[in-house]
Nanobody, 124 residues
Framework: QVQLVESGGNLVQAGGSLRLSCAASGRTFSSDAMGWFRQGPGLAREFVAAISWSGVSTSYGDSVKGRFTISRDNAKNTVYLQMNSLKPEDTAVYYC?????????????????WGQGTQVTVSS
């Protein structure tokens, strides 16, 4: 059974940083792209970042470019999201996604597996 487990969500003040982790089990994703999405209250799930299977290529949503960095460790079957200069509008549940054959998938429908989400709250 495939599982993606996110961790690292927390309450942080504006301007602060957090690092999210997503550990996968049940199969290896070393040949698949992985990504992060987020969903605020009453909003649609929004693309945050994606990383290619090798980690060489990345893509970011416009609202997080220059502040967030996605990375992966294929030996640990884990993807990370380093979030700096956090803003109150970054408040959301953050979801890890995996199992995509696209090089840099940016849409929800491009992924086959999802984690349960981790809450990030940024206070002003």
């Amino acid at each position: 059974q495939v599982q993606l487990v996110e961790s690292g969500g927390n309450l942080v003040q504006a301007g602060g940083s957090l690092r999210l982790s997503c550990a996968a089990s049940g199969r290896t994703f070393s040949s698949d792209a992985m990504g992060w999405f987020r969903q605020g209250p009453g909003l649609a799930r929004e693309f945050v970042a994606a990383i290619s299977w090798s980690g060489v290529s990345t893509s970011y949503g416009d609202s997080v470019k220059g502040r967030f960095t996605i990375s992966r460790d294929n030996a640990k079957n884990t993807v990370y999201l380093q979030m700096n200069s956090l803003k109150p509008e970054d408040t959301a549940v953050y979801y890890c996604a995996a199992g995509s054959n696209w090089v840099l998938p940016i849409h929800v429908s491009m992924y086959n597996y999802w984690g349960q989400g981790t809450q990030v709250t940024v206070s002003s």
